[in-house]
């Protein structure tokens, strides 16, 4: 059974608000709408973000009749995703291999967090010096 939602919130490397159609937990999009949500688009040799391009050896596994399944795009490039159906939301995380990168080199994402006055800054701020971050969660 499909469904458009009134609302779905993608978590990407931005925030974007598409137009998903759900088939029960999968998220159906417009395949010209992946550049915008992801940053690559489809194309016959695959998934591509300019002139880089991943292959899709078996197209059948995104294809849907009202578009494309987000999840299966976020899998053939590597991504992991998360997707709650009931909330209209989907977050689609960075790349195995940048993860796997970011590790090895012991580099945290350049995340915005609020210091101890309450003014923004950028993780960035602090390179070379030692740091802790404290995080929690009410749930």
Known sequence: MTATADTTTILAEDVTTPVVTWDG???IVDPSHLGW?????????GLCRK???????????????????LSAVADALGRPVLVD????????????IHRQQAMGDRRAPDAAVFDLQGDR???????GTRRLLVAFSTW
Do not use: Y
Request: aromatic share 4%; glycine share 6%; proline share 10%.
């Open 51 to 69: 002139e880089v391009c991943v292959p899709v050896p078996d197209r059948s596994s995104l294809d849907h009749p009202d578009g494309v399944d």
């Open 85 to 96: 159906a009931d909330a209209h939301l989907v977050a689609i995380g960075a790349a195995s």
């Open 25 to 27: 937990d999968s998220p």
């Open 121 to 127: 800054r950028q993780l960035s701020e602090w390179s």
């Open 37 to 45: 949500i992801l940053g690559w688009d489809l194309r016959p040799e």
